[in-house]
């Protein structure tokens, strides 16, 4: 058992998930968020408040309004960024898949807001990896079940005239 808790501690590699960082420059401000669950997919809609990025500038300075919105993927407009405060709300659209594909891109000029979003691989995130640690579960549960039985037997014999 002592080494059963040694391998669940020390021996069980995490896996490593990619985190994408995205950084927006428009036309009345900027800012940098990384996500550390990876790409923003298409139907996603993620909600940005100052707290949760890297940098803001021109971000509503009230913490409970949110700053940014990313909504990935919808039809027949593309990939839509909306960033701002209350007073200078802007809404960038760009190509379909921007937000889940590492890249630059422009936003379309005509009835949007101006900008540019540059989507680049951040660093790793220490994720655990629940198929190892399940499969140590198991294998701890039948340890346990064996030397169970191998007790109840020396019992049984031992009671045995």
Excluded: H
């Excluded at 996603?44 to 021109?58: A, F, K, P, Q």
């Amino acid at each position: 058992m002592c080494i059963a808790l040694f391998a669940v501690t020390f021996l069980i590699p995490a896996a490593k998930a990619d985190s994408v960082n995205y950084s927006f420059t428009g036309s009345n401000g900027s800012f940098s968020y990384t996500s550390n669950s990876g790409f923003i997919a298409p139907g996603d809609d993620v909600t940005l408040y100052r707290s949760d990025m890297n940098s803001c500038t021109g971000c509503s300075m009230l913490s409970f309004i949110p700053s940014a919105n990313i909504v990935a993927g919808v039809p027949f407009v593309g990939d839509l960024l909306e960033f701002g405060g209350l007073a200078n709300l802007d809404i960038y659209a760009f190509q379909y898949g921007a937000f889940d594909s590492y890249g630059t891109y422009n936003s379309y000029d005509a009835l949007w807001g101006s900008g540019t979003l540059t989507v680049s691989k951040g660093g790793s995130v220490a994720a655990p990896e629940p198929g190892s640690l399940g499969l140590l579960a198991v294998g701890l549960f039948l340890m346990a079940g064996l030397a169970s039985r191998k007790r109840f037997g020396a019992l049984a014999t031992a009671v045995r005239p």
